[in-house]
Structures are given as C-alpha cells and as structure tokens.
C-alpha cells in the first residue's frame, strides 16, 4: 500500500491527493470485508490472508484513483486476492524479514497488473467475485495445516538453514 501510493502520488503518475484518498477509501472497504468475512491474520490463514489482502487493497486504491468504476474496482481487488489464494506464511528463522519483505513488493507489483487486467477486459464478463475469492480465502484459512500459520515450523521456515 504504501508503495503504491508513492507511485501513483509524488513518486510517480502524480495524481491529486484526492483522488489517493478516494483510492485509500476503496482498499479500506476490500480490506474490512475480507476481516469481516475471512480474516487479516497469518496466524489464522497465512500469507494469503496478510499479502493477499494488502495486495487486493492496493489492487482497489490503484483502480479508484484512477476512476476506475466499482465492477473494475471490485474485480482488481479480486485478481490480486484471487493469484495469493493459498499462500503460506514461512518466515526464515521465524523473523518477518525473508520472505516477507520480497513478498510485499511482489503483492504490489501484482496489484498494479491486476488494475491493468481488470482496466482491460469487459468488467461485466469476468467470471469470479470479489465475494467468491473471499470465501475461498475463509475456506482455505480453516483447511490450513496450522504448520503454515506463522509457527515457523514448515516451508522455507525450515528449509532454509541460518548458520
Ligand atoms: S510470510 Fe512474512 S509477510 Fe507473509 S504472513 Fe508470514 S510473516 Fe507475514
């Protein structure tokens, strides 16, 4: 997120600091319904519930502040969630630093392509929810092997040796 706005303000397109709020009002609504409705938490659903949703949020500020409409907007934010569904949360020695810090740049990068997707194709036909994909995101949180849920005891958490 704050990548993304940096990039759409002063960093680079320089929109108006209206339309970034409108945009950081959009992620705001993606980001409570997926706390509402799934969860925000590694502890409870991985990675793909912490950057996949952070990665929607962006995907819907990148959209809305470019006046995007809501169908746009709802179906970036539900490409980026959609291309994280199932990621786990392994942290390399149990610091949040690997993979974590490549994975935030990662989710915006996918944020901004999933704006372009969505800015792309005929809203109307695309074929998965935002609703969807957040159910999904619940589904998978609960079928999670608790090894993935930020307990540093599976994946690169394991694999990776620090000595
Ligand atoms: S891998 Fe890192 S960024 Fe992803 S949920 Fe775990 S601690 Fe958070």
Request: charged share 20%; glycine share 8%; net charge negative.
């Amino acid at each position: 997120m704050p990548a993304l706005v940096y990039a759409l303000g002063e960093g680079g397109r320089k929109l108006p600091p209206a339309k970034i709020r409108d945009g950081m009002l959009a992620a705001a609504a993606v980001g409570y319904l997926c706390k509402h409705h799934a969860t925000l938490s590694a502890a409870e659903g991985g990675c793909q519930a912490e950057i996949g949703v952070a990665s929607a949020m962006a995907a819907a500020l990148v959209a809305t502040a470019h006046d995007a409409e809501p169908r746009v907007v709802e179906n970036a934010a539900e490409s980026a969630l959609e291309h994280h569904l199932g990621m786990t949360c392994d942290p390399v020695a149990g610091y949040v630093q690997i993979p974590c810090i490549e994975r935030c740049a990662f989710g915006a990068v996918k944020a901004w392509t999933a704006y372009a997707i969505a800015s792309n194709e005929v809203a109307a036909s695309h074929r998965v929810s935002l609703d969807q994909t957040i159910l999904a995101l619940a589904e998978t949180a609960r079928d999670m092997n608790s090894k993935y849920k930020e307990t540093s005891e599976a994946g690169l958490a394991l694999s990776v040796t620090l000595c």
